[in-house]
């Protein structure tokens, strides 16, 4: 599975963006697709996941309530809506896949998830 990410930029605090991850590939159904960020000198943290088949969501809970994830099997893209935005939003985004049958299964761990996208940049600041 071949992910692309885009959407990201500069936005002012308490604005709004989406981002999209395009996938190319067979069987987008059943795959868990995550949104994880890196920012410069922390690790990597997955923000949000939506799981595969049920389209179950979860979120870190810097971002609840804020960000929203959706997917759209059909044209196989899976976005992640963000809004009030803060500074500390800013990172690299990247999107990432995992297949399994499990329906629910939505990993934190960046390790398993063996497909990623380049990333995109998201700069919150006035």
């Known amino acids: 599975l071949r992910l692309v990410e885009s959407g990201g930029g500069l936005v002012q605090p308490g604005g709004s963006l989406r981002l999209s991850c395009v996938a190319s590939?067979?069987?987008?159904?059943?795959?868990?697709i995550g949104w994880f960020r890196q920012a410069p000198g922390k690790e990597r943290e997955r923000v949000s996941c939506i799981s595969s088949r049920d389209g179950r969501s979860y979120y870190a809970d810097s971002v609840k309530d804020r960000f929203t994830i959706f997917r759209d099997n059909a044209g196989q893209v899976v976005n992640l809506q963000m809004n009030n935005l803060k500074p500390e939003d800013t990172a690299n985004y990247s999107c990432?896949?995992?297949?399994?049958?499990?329906?629910?299964?939505?990993?934190?761990?960046?390790?398993?998830?063996?497909?990623w996208g380049q990333g995109t940049q998201l700069t919150v600041s006035s």
């Open positions: 990432a896949a995992l297949r399994t049958t499990i329906s629910n299964l939505c990993p934190t761990a960046q390790s398993q998830y063996p497909y």
């Open positions: 590939g067979l069987g987008f159904p059943d795959y868990a």
